[in-house]
């Protein structure tokens, strides 16, 4: 069995991440992860989400799944870390922690299933094995 | 084993949802299945979410699962029906599914876990009995 | 001189639009004009900005303007009147005003000048007399 | 006439503020000038958001004026250099433009004008003289 490996990126809550409890919105810690991995696929692995673009490839997320722990604030410094799970023919799982930088605490964690799409046809395609081989690390 | 009823709201994209696919964000969905339960918290169940805030209670999600089918896309109509699964003195599961009014068909389903915390404290608050009963229909 | 038609369409304010006040985020007033002018383009003149896409063509904001008033809060519904002021071969302005519709009072107006461009090259197109023509309502 | 300093923060686009035409929304330029001005708030003056807030005090946007240039795209750094043009006992105007890091170019630039209100009426009230003391740099 793989074991692939974990990757963080750096990132500051924004003023406008704030719900009306002035915690960060459920639903950027999604996009958060989101950025973490065009960060990380730039940085960490083999081929950029740009890579993708232009090769007609696009990720689609076909499961997410959230636990929330405890809530980022204004101005709070945080951590996304995120590691690929399995990686095959069909698509990938991702893993994800977010931890607040200061106290070192898990803010969420979960996973998301991606699919590759053929950005032409919108439809799923098998993922090709350069992609999966620069995507073992 | 009670069954609780569902509730419909009507919403439209609107362009600042949608991602650079031109697809509806993933991340929106959360916030369309929000805006459904402040609406039929207001509509269709006894108390609305501006009586919690009264009363110094408000409600966090636990833990969020969606699950991605076909995606919303510029000026679509949608429905988001959503419906009690349990409710106990510990907070309550939701169930969701956001179907695309021109189709019929299923854009993504899932469910949400909250709990009802105390807005003074921001901790974890037993869920009143005469809110239960309010929310059982 | 010419005198253009002003059209109206219907929202609601979103909870995810709300910010750590309770009020509706300043930006988000933009998103709201676009959304009115997307949906009113479609209904109230002769070319949708679908239409505009598939030949070729967009609509970018060069300047934005917003007097803010009042703010919007949680579940208010609100209309948003918006009409040309001018337009011609290099651009139109574009006025709005957003209304409460409980109170029927202004929450905030302003105007957005906007220039056509090439959706291939980026850059600013000569807008076509038969645009002008369909916008001169 | 007094000049007041200018300051600068650092940002990198997310992809959830991307639009569908693959560049950041016009909406979106707002919220980042709204992060550099808490992150300047706290790092530049004597006197940080959470101490306004602390003190019962907010800031609301009566006039917003910008005037965009130059697209920014999926992953692109920039800087928000900010900076104060008057403040007096009504209210202040800050003028902002933002820069593309690796090209040096603005993007956009503007200003806004603020007031400031007592959080618990809502209503305006008249800027402190410590606080104007110490956005005086």
Redesign the interface.
Known sequence: MTTYSKFESDFRV???D?????HV????Y??YV??AR??QM?RCYGMS??AFLKRGY?W?????????KRPLG??DYFIVRTGIVTINAKGCRVEFTILNKATGKVCCDGWFDYVMIN?QTGRGEIVPEDVIEKYTV
């Open positions: 924004r003023p406008d704030l719900d009306m409890f002035q919105h459920n639903s950027k999604f996009d989101l950025a065009y960060d730039e989400m740009d696009g689609v997320v076909q499961t997410a799944h959230v636990d929330y204004l101005g950005l």
